[in-house]
């Protein structure tokens, strides 16, 4: 088993920044692609990003291009998320990603087999 963990959430006001991580261990794979995915409240999970196993692509959702940038570093086994300009809207649980995606999508939930416990980003007004 792979066990994902996040870390970085907090409370930030409107404009500020984050850095979100997700540290993997136990079982791991050569090649994994990792991603973001949130949850705010009243809402479905949704994609926030996503990054190929040698970072070469990266992908975004509409909602965070231009604010948010995935990043890893394979050596540490670990998947970043830099978040900019926050606002109220990405208030939500933000959950650490990792799978396979021989031909599933980047965006989709079902590609991905391993998953962290979350963890709460909160942006004030």
């Known amino acids: 088993q792979v066990q994902l963990v996040e870390s970085g959430g907090g409370l930030v006001q409107a404009g500020g920044s984050l850095r979100l991580s997700c540290a993997a261990s136990g079982r791991t794979y050569s090649r994994v692609a990792m991603g973001w995915f949130r949850r705010a409240p009243g809402k479905e999970r949704e994609f926030v990003a996503a990054?190929?196993?040698?970072?070469?692509?990266?992908y975004y959702a509409d909602s965070v291009k231009g604010r948010f940038t995935i990043s890893r570093d394979n050596a540490k086994n670990t998947v970043y998320l830099r978040m900019n300009s926050l606002k109220p809207d990405d208030t939500a649980v933000y959950y650490c990603?990792?799978?396979?995606?021989?031909?599933?999508?980047?965006?989709?939930?079902?590609?991905?087999?391993?998953w962290g416990q979350g963890t709460q980003v909160t942006v004030s007004s």
């Open positions: 990054i190929n196993w040698s970072a070469s692509n990266t």
């Open positions: 990603a990792a799978g396979r995606p021989y031909s599933g999508s980047y965006y989709d939930t079902t590609t991905y087999n391993y």
